[in-house]
């Protein structure tokens, strides 16, 4: 089992940043892979970027070059860089990592926290 808790979110904005965090604890050591996602009010939840354990990234395109994804191994948390925020990245953000234990994908999400960007 894994367990995330994310930090970090407010209110902001527009133009503002924000550093979300996620604290990750229990069986750290198969994670594969991490991420941030957002769910909008009214929307589907939505990738906005992921780390794999190599460090490698990948971003949503309405949010490349604005945010930057990284992880601190040694202290099991990721982050989540905002910057020049808008309007519609106002969502509730969920961490996420997967875990793969003899070749079986496990997926776990944190408990959300909200981004509200003012116009």
């Known amino acids: 089992q894994v367990q995330l808790v994310e930090s970090g979110g407010g209110l902001v904005q527009a133009g503002g940043s924000l550093r979300l965090s996620c604290a990750a604890s229990?069986?750290?050591?198969?994670?594969?892979?991490m991420g941030w996602y957002r769910q909008a009010p009214g929307k589907q939840r939505e990738l906005v970027a992921t780390i794999t354990i190599g460090a490698r990234t990948n971003y949503a395109d309405s949010v490349k070059g604005r945010f930057t994804i990284s992880r601190d191994n040694a202290k099991n948390t990721l982050y989540l860089q905002m910057n020049s925020l808008k309007p519609e990245d106002t969502a509730v953000y969920y961490c996420?990592?997967?875990?793969?234990?003899?070749?079986?994908?496990?997926?776990?999400w944190g408990q959300g926290t909200q981004v509200t960007v003012s116009s």
């Open positions: 229990g069986r750290r050591f198969s994670i594969n892979a």
């Open positions: 996420n990592a997967i875990e793969v234990i003899v070749g079986v994908q496990y997926a776990y």
